[in-house]
């Protein structure tokens, strides 16, 4: 009887160690990264500021972006905040191409004193 239940041992063994789900179990435990969202850029004037929108016109198309903590926001090539941006200012906007309504950057230019 022990030569037998050798015998079914080493085949279980055998049978484990070659198994498919055992040749890929390594592979399955890694994650795929987190594609970056491409950015897509456009030229335009700031029309109004609130809270965290800023309504841009661009082609004499408006369109209201939603700025976050992410929102990386420069004025004159400075670090500044949301409410520091005012209407009339030039801006170079760079939205996510996951949500083209949120504002991953926006680079303003001050208005020229006359």
Do not use: C, W
Not at 3 to 12: D, N, R, Y
Not at 66 to 77: A, G, L, S, W
Request: net charge positive; aromatic share 4%.
């Amino acid at each position: 009887m022990k030569p037998h239940l050798l015998l079914a041992l080493a085949l279980t063994l055998v049978f484990s160690v070659f198994s498919p789900d055992h040749a890929f179990a390594a592979r399955r435990g890694k994650a795929k990264p987190t594609p970056e969202p491409e950015k897509s850029k456009s030229y335009s004037e700031i029309k109004s500021v609130s809270g965290d929108s800023v309504t841009i016109t661009h082609s004499k198309t408006d369109t209201t972006y939603k700025m976050n903590r992410e929102t990386q926001v420069t004025i004159d090539d400075q670090r500044a905040r949301g409410v520091d941006l005012k209407p009339g200012m030039h801006a170079e906007v760079t939205a996510s191409s996951i949500n083209p309504t949120v504002l991953l950057s926006i680079a303003a230019h001050s208005i020229p004193k006359t």
